[in-house]
């Protein structure tokens, strides 16, 4: 199993930049990718970026040049930095992890609260 645990959310107003971060312990050896989804009120749990085993990289078209993820800490800790923030980019950002070969599970965070406000 793959247990998460994220940091980093807060409050920030429009413009600025707040870094998330997300740590895996368990069966790191068998995680594939590891990613970020948020989910806003009354809307459906999206994928923000992703980051695979090979560090390919994927983003969601609404923060293209203005999130960056990276991995870090012998490949365990995954960060998603979130430069010019927007009030539409507030929700509960999720870490995900994506683990196993055969039949791949999903490991998920418990959340941390991002609101962009002035």
């Known amino acids: 199993q793959v247990h998460l645990v994220e940091s980093g959310g807060g409050l920030v107003q429009p413009g600025g930049s707040l870094r998330l971060s997300c740590a895996a312990s368990?069966?790191?050896?068998?995680?594939?990718?590891m990613g970020w989804y948020r989910q806003a009120p009354g809307k459906q749990r999206e994928l923000v970026a992703a980051?695979?085993?090979?560090?390919?990289?994927n983003y969601a078209d609404s923060v293209k040049g203005r999130f960056t993820i990276s991995r870090a800490n012998a490949k365990n800790t995954v960060h998603l930095q979130m430069n010019s923030l927007k009030p539409e980019d507030t929700a509960v950002y999720y870490c995900?992890?994506?683990?196993?070969?055969?039949?791949?599970?999903?490991?998920w965070g418990q959340g941390t609260l991002v609101t962009v406000s002035s």
């Open positions: 995900n992890a994506e683990y196993g070969s055969s039949f791949p599970l999903d490991a």
């Open positions: 368990g069966s790191i050896s068998d995680i594939n990718a």
């Open positions: 980051i695979t085993r090979y560090d390919s990289t």
